[in-house]
Nanobody
Framework: QVQLVESGGELVQAGGSLRLSCAASGRTFSSYTMAWFRQAPVKEREFVATISSTGIYTYYADSVKGRFTISRDNAKNTVYLQMNSLKPEDTAVYYC????????????????WGQGTQVTVSS
């Protein structure tokens, strides 16, 4: 069982930066693939980025590639999402997710979810 708690979301101006954090409970964090998803109002939840258990493999949605960076610190049981050059269309609730198998871009393949953190980008 893994419990996830996101933090770091806030209101920021377009072009600005934010770093989201996701703290995980449990002693097996280092064995989980982690990912970030986001959901804007009246839109479906969409994949943002994923990172393998060791941190060696990362993969990004085209919409964030080159602007966002996912990373993890297994000693701290934490995964991060560094977001640069933010755009108004990045406005959404950002969710952290975990699964015990290899990285995936499909939300239905993730077993554990945080409660989300709101990111709002003003133009």
């Amino acid at each position: 069982q893994v419990q996830l708690v996101e933090s770091g979301g806030e209101l920021v101006q377009a072009g600005g930066s934010l770093r989201l954090s996701c703290a995980a409970s449990g002693r097996t964090f280092s064995s989980y693939t982690m990912a970030w998803f986001r959901q804007a109002p009246v839109k479906e939840r969409e994949f943002v980025a994923t990172i393998s258990s060791t941190g060696i493999y990362t993969y990004y949605a085209d919409s964030v590639k080159g602007r966002f960076t996912i990373s993890r610190d297994n000693a701290k049981n934490t995964v991060y999402l560094q977001m640069n050059s933010l755009k108004p269309e990045d406005t959404a609730v950002y969710y952290c997710a975990a699964r015990s198998l290899s990285p995936s871009t499909h939300s239905y393949e993730y077993n554990y979810w945080g409660q989300g953190t709101q990111v709002t980008v003003s133009s």
